[in-house]
């Protein structure tokens, strides 16, 4: 049976593992979550009576209580083969030996936030780009070429409406897969606030797809609050904003859009690079 990751982009949780640096021989009891905190009695240098709740202690023992939280751990090295482009423009990727199907998760770059107006109005926030990920049949030791897209950010001029994002794309043989930018948010106008940035798409060419998402829209000018730029669109929630017209945000996770701008003429936020993950699938 072949050994296929799920996208790490639909991860929803985190292992927290335990660690006890008091010194102290403590008993399974205590093998609980990282965050529980442990009760003892301590008496001439002597722990007894440890529990996962505080209680009282006799014949002149002291009552103590600790966290059982520990070090972080250093981040685990990446598997054979499996690389992370995320610097942009190009890329080559070199199949590695025995290596017959790859799965490749592609984020395409952030819109820029709209620029506020000169009247006061805001600016729209750059939708997020497009997000999928696919397996590809590939051919040991060819290679794999692609980009890696720039996030945009505003023109520079108040009111101007924000760039789009560009699109990240990998190419194996004949197969062609593509992840969108974000739209640009409006810019303030005259009168009105700018619209959000449009969400980007995506193409899977003839590859086999595993996960595919429209990138969400940002949000417009003036919906988080008075006066503030729009949110950049994210994959699961706005990513950022300026809501109370201080400087705009910029796009903070991969691919997501940037805040417009708000408050005073201003240019809004620049919108988050895209990515590519390549994984080498083992049977």
């Known amino acids: 049976m072949s050994n296929r990751k799920l996208p790490r982009w639909m991860v929803a949780a985190m292992l927290s593992i335990p660690a006890f640096g008091v010194g102290l021989a403590v008993s399974a009891a205590a093998s609980g979550s990282s965050s529980t905190t442990f009760h003892g009695c301590l008496k001439n240098g002597t722990l007894s009576n440890v529990r996962t709740y505080a209680h009282v202690c006799t014949s002149g023992a002291k009552a103590v209580s600790w966290n059982a939280k520990g070090i972080q751990g250093a981040a685990g090295a990446a598997g054979p083969g499996e690389r992370a482009f995320s610097a942009t423009g190009a890329y080559s990727y070199k199949v590695p030996t025995g290596v017959s199907e790859l799965q490749v998760e592609i984020w395409g770059a952030g819109g820029g936030g709209g620029g506020a107006g ?88 003839n590859s086999i797809p595993v996960a595919t998402t429209n990138g ?46 708000g408050g005073v003429p201003r240019p809004g936020g620049n919108g988050a690079n895209g990515l590519v993950l390549i994984t080498p699938v083992t049977s």
């Open 118 to 205: 000169n009247t006061g109005t805001a600016g729209g926030g750059g939708g997020a780009g497009g997000l999928v990920t696919v397996l590809i049949p590939v051919t040991s030791g060819t290679s794999c070429t692609g980009t890696v897209g720039a996030g945009n950010n505003d023109a520079g001029s108040a009111n101007g409406a924000g760039g789009s994002g560009n699109a990240s794309s990998i190419t194996c043989g004949s197969t062609t897969v593509t992840a969108d930018g974000g739209g640009g948010g409006g810019g303030g106008g005259a009168s009105s606030d700018g619209a959000g940035g449009a969400g980007g798409g995506f193409s899977v060419g």
């Open 216 to 261: 969400g829209a940002g949000d417009a000018g003036g919906t988080s609050g008075f006066f503030g730029g729009g949110y950049g669109g994210g994959y699961y929630y706005f990513a950022n904003t300026d809501a109370s017209a201080n400087a705009p945000g910029n796009g903070t996770d991969v691919g997501s859009g940037g805040g417009g701008g």
